[in-house]
């Protein structure tokens, strides 16, 4: 079974300045997915970045990106220039993408809490 | 507006007393799953179905049911709550097949069970 590891459970940062979430997961599979979801206080789980492991190339989305290291099973997330409304709780997420119904899932780490100091 | 929307929000009740949390989508998604979410150990799934009528455990599923009678519903149903039921359940939607589809999470249900 896959596992994702989250070893931070809290990180802070400074308004404007950048952080990094560290993501680490195990599996025997080539192919797969992996997504950063963000929690905010409303408890509503957005997604923030998605990840194809066939790509080599970094997914970005805004001040959003990630380091992709396959062969390290590392997948962290980079927040750039840091606002207030980044705070909130991070979850970084495994799918596989082998067919079948109980691989669909998506096997979530235990969660990083990002405060942002004004 | 595409959404997963999740009734009650909050719900307090007693050992033993059957509820029913709704889950309705409106983005014809063939997939929906449940997960319940506790401190320190992430979002764990409870259970999904792949199409009406399709369902099947996920890693948690003890004390709880579901069923698929439409697509667009998958109501989860606790039939004799107890206290380590209480937690933050969230229904979710996507897509089925192949690719990177993103599941889409309803707001969230805050179960507390005395």
């Known amino acids: 079974a896959q596992t994702v590891t989250q070893s931070q459970p809290e990180m802070s940062v400074q308004e404007a300045e950048t952080v990094t979430l560290s993501c680490t997961y195990d599996?025997?599979?080539?192919?797969?997915?992996l997504f950063w979801y963000k929690q905010p206080p409303s408890r509503q789980m957005i997604l923030v970045i998605r990840?194809?492991?066939?790509?080599?190339q970094n997914a970005t989305e805004n001040r959003f990106s990630v380091n992709f290291q396959k062969a390290a099973k590392s997948f962290s997330l980079k927040i750039s220039d840091s606002q207030l409304g980044d705070a909130a709780m991070y979850f970084c997420?495994?799918?596989?993408?082998?067919?079948?119904?109980?691989?669909?899932?998506?096997?979530f780490g235990k969660g990083t809490l990002l405060t942002v100091n004004p | 507006e595409a959404q997963v929307t999740q009734n009650p929000r909050y719900l307090i009740t007693v050992t033993g007393k059957k509820l029913t949390v709704t889950c309705s989508q409106n983005?014809?998604?063939?997939?929906m799953s449940w997960y319940r979410q506790d401190p320190g150990l992430g979002l764990r799934q409870i259970y999904y179905?792949?199409?009406?009528?399709v369902t099947d455990k996920g890693d948690v599923p003890e004390g709880y049911k579901v069923s698929r009678k439409e697509k667009r519903n998958f109501p989860l149903i606790l039939e004799s709550p107890s206290p380590n039921q209480t937690s933050l359940y969230f229904c979710?939607?996507?897509?089925w097949g192949t690719g990177a589809n993103v599941l889409t999470f309803g707001a969230g249900s805050r179960l507390t069970v005395l």
């Open positions: 179905s792949m199409n009406v009528e």
């Open positions: 599996t025997s599979e080539s192919d797969y997915y």
């Open positions: 990840q194809e492991a066939y790509k080599q």
């Open positions: 979710a939607s996507s897509l």
């Open positions: 997420a495994y799918r596989s993408a082998i067919s079948g119904g109980s691989n669909y899932k998506l096997t």
């Open positions: 983005m014809n998604h063939e997939y």
